[in-house]
């Protein structure tokens, strides 16, 4: 059996998409990765529990937001201090740089009795569940109205 011949042109088209997706990885390494810390979610008594690895964060550099059935976390992670400034890398895994990070969560939360505390490098988010008030009676006042000097005849 006699290998089968490929077209001159279809290898210059195989060439020129191999070319365009090292440009697209190259452009993205330029700008940097993003960063997916470590998250945990889970349910406590009366609501959910959301812990996020942030090491070298400090607390004064989060911000920490629900919308809807969504946690959002944003952030900036800085260079160590006293840590050189940027060098020729041979190797770098630490992240340095702003991120942000949407976690979903199973249930509606109340974020009005929301608590976040940053220790150890961890984010300790405490969302008490939503109390929905949809089977609660709620009693509407009845006012009477009368027409005073009213004539009916």
Known sequence: MSPRLVPYGEIEL????VNRLIEILLRTTERGAEWHPAVDVFEEDGGVIVQVELPGVEAHEL?????????IVRGTKRRLEGEPAPRRYHLMERFIGKFQLTVELPEPADPRTARAELEDGV???RLPRLVEQRHRMHTIPVVENRE???DDG
């Not at 195989?14 to 998409?17: F, P, T, W």
């Not at 911000?63 to 946690?71: F, P, Y």
């Open 63 to 71: 911000e920490v937001g629900l919308m809807d059935r969504s946690l």
């Open 148 to 150: 005073e000097g009213r």
């Open 14 to 17: 195989l060439k020129a998409e």
């Open 123 to 125: 984010l300790t988010v």
